[in-house]
């Protein structure tokens, strides 16, 4: 199975939800986050001081905790010769399993971008920060829409338009007042426009230069034609900025609408930003709802037939579906049930009750997550799977109305 970007970021997301949930019940849970360059024989001579320095910590549990940890960690570490291009991030601790238990556990993240700095963190959390702030798109385009009386730069960042600068000119209109000389009257409008070019292209590029220069993508620009294209003539931006320009689009407001405007009439350009990609599945799902084409599906049960029929083009999951499939069985006759439950801590407890037919305990024999078992099922069918936010409108809709499953089909099947 090759997994998608999109399954992946999924999972890393629901890892650090793991993860975040993990508490020790002193201050005994390491972090050690690993660059690539890190020399692991650094690492294990410092684990060793650590080790010493833990023999002075007074409550004879977490001093036990913290040293099995550090000895776990310097076991693990033999395994890893050199970390992987992106680091490796190592968890390890006693962690809090209630009922005045715990458990020794260690989980090892390759994560998705380059740890930049090495850490050793000890506390009664797992420390996350660095890997929280991989999840959020850095990528950043600059916008920029004008005419000659208005003009307003703005940033999509992500899944956000940010209104950054608002410029207005006072270039006369193309009517000369009486008693003017033509040209004169053309010459002194020229100038203005010029002037007021000048001045978007200094407040556009200072806000664009402004940008981490690794997540700034390029600049797009759009207006009334000819202005646009006589702006990006011009050549009024920085040269750094210039070389950005990523495409020109006809755009009718230049106020803040305008920037928004804008960013509708990118769809295809920016097909490689997630939020776009999104977008455009939920319009076709909403479309085919609202049109009764037939050709949409949401709800579990239905959603579930139309895959197992190989009808799905797209199964469209919310990314905050947090649902098991439990498979039941009775420990006497050969009665078995499935069942979906909503994820709750102290879930593992859960009693299925008696056999309907037999009488007997029923016992929970298998529980998988439903956004895994509903993607295996995609799998086998040749079907793509979409993982859907919830930070738009429509996506919201998915998780609340449509109970965060829905499908876009293939052809018509009346589920
Ligand atoms: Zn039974």
Known sequence: MVESDAHKKYE???????????RGRGTELISLYIPHDKQVSDITSQLREEFGQASNIKSRVTRQNVQGAIESLLSRLKLIPKAPVNGVVIFCGAVDIGANKTDMTTIIIEPPEPIVSYKYHCDSAFLLTPLEEMLHEQKTYGLLVLDRREATVGLLKGKHIEEMAHLTSNVPGKQRKGGQSAHRFQQLRLIAINDFYTRIADAASAVFIAIDHKDFQGVFIGGPSPTKEEFEAGEFLHHEIQKKILGLFDVANTDESGLTELFDQLGDVLSDVDVVKEKKHMEMFLRDLVNDTGRSSYGEEQVRKNLQMGSVEVLLLSDELR????TIKCGNCTFEEKKTMTKKPGDDDYQPGNCTKCGSSLRVVDSTDIVEELSSIADQMG????????????GSQLLNAFGGIAAILRFKTGI
């Open 323 to 326: 649902k098991v499939r439990l």
């Open 383 to 394: 079907t793509n799977v979409a993982f859907i936010s919830s930070d738009f409108e429509e």
């Open 12 to 22: 890393f997301k629901r890892t650090l939800e793991t993860l975040r949930d993990k």
